[in-house]
């Protein structure tokens, strides 16, 4: 059975940091782009970042870059977001997913994580 399961959400303040794991099981992660989305109430779910299967190569959105950090560990299966200086716009539901390259758009990824909610108050 394909899982993916999203961890480390949480409530904090502005300008504080948090770090999101992801575990993958019941697939071959490895050889997956291991993403990052996110959907805040009313609005459509949007590109985090990205990290290729071999850890090489990543993309972040804009608004993400010197902020956010995505990284993985192939032999845990697991992937994980550090997010640091958050800020109240960046709450959100903060999902994970996997895909065959990298993209920056929701609809190439095959699995997908139920999501864990980000809440930064000023």
């Known amino acids: 059975q394909v899982q993916l399961v999203e961890s480390g959400g949480g409530s904090v303040q502005d300008g504080g940091s948090l770090r999101l794991s992801c575990a993958a099981s019941?697939?071959?992660?490895?050889?997956?782009?291991m993403g990052w989305f996110r959907q805040a109430p009313g609005k459509e779910r949007e590109f985090v970042t990205v990290?290729?299967?071999?850890?090489?190569?990543?993309s972040y959105a804009d608004s993400m870059k010197g902020r956010f950090t995505i990284s993985r560990d192939n032999a845990k299966n697991t992937v994980y977001l550090q997010m640091n200086s958050l800020k109240p716009e960046d709450t959100a539901v903060y999902y994970c997913?996997?895909?065959?390259?990298?993209?920056?758009?929701?609809?190439?990824?095959?699995?997908w994580g139920q999501g864990t909610q980000v809440t930064v108050s000023s």
């Open positions: 990290i290729s299967a071999s850890g090489r190569m990543t």
């Open positions: 997913a996997a895909g065959p390259f990298i993209s920056t758009r929701a609809d190439d990824y095959y699995y």
């Open positions: 019941g697939f071959t992660a490895s050889t997956s782009a």
